[in-house]
């Protein structure tokens, strides 16, 4: 296979979301417009978060190739002006969403970190959809309820949130901070 070409490289092997994007958005502001830079991450939930990253800030997501255990992505900065990155305006932080929960009201937690994150600790009741798979899953998601959309931080959701409400769902919510602070009542798949 030929060796792509890129300007800048990032390493995020071993990290987890969001420390890939964190990386990248300060690796994508230091280059000049037109570069391309390549993200090397072991975590399997970058590419969707990458690519969903890429499209919430105009930068072009040109692919990705997997070598063993590492994943190269490849991203091209927008020329021009940066374009600010869009965020899913409606937010609600965990102590609202408990609240919706005591109150055994009529609404989806829809978790989208990956299935392992998911396996070991998640709010009772919760559906599982990875954000890679989020598109292709989209007829598991009932449009007659709220859906409250939460990941570890808040950085997954917001993308599915913007996902989900592209797809014509009208009343999704971002739970921020997440999982990665819920100090409420969680399950496991593993005992």
Known sequence: MERIKFDQLVDAKGL?????IVRTKKAMNELEPGK????????KGSTADIK??????????????EEGDVL????????????EEKKHPHVVNNEELQAKLANNENILVLDVRESAEYAFNHIPGAKSIPLGELESRLKEVSSD?????VCRTGNRSDLAAQ?????????VMNVVPGMSEWSHKTESLTK
């Open 72 to 83: 190269k992505h490849y991203l091209r900065k927008v020329m021009g002006e940066e374009k």
């Open 145 to 149: 309820q709220e859906i409250y959309v």
């Open 52 to 65: 969903a990253w890429a499209k919430s800030t105009g930068h072009h997501y040109l692919g990705t190739v």
């Open 16 to 20: 987890a979301c969001p420390m890939p």
């Open 36 to 43: 391309v830079v390549e993200i090397q991450a072991t975590d």
């Open 163 to 171: 996902k989900l409400t592209e797809a014509g769902f009208k009343q």
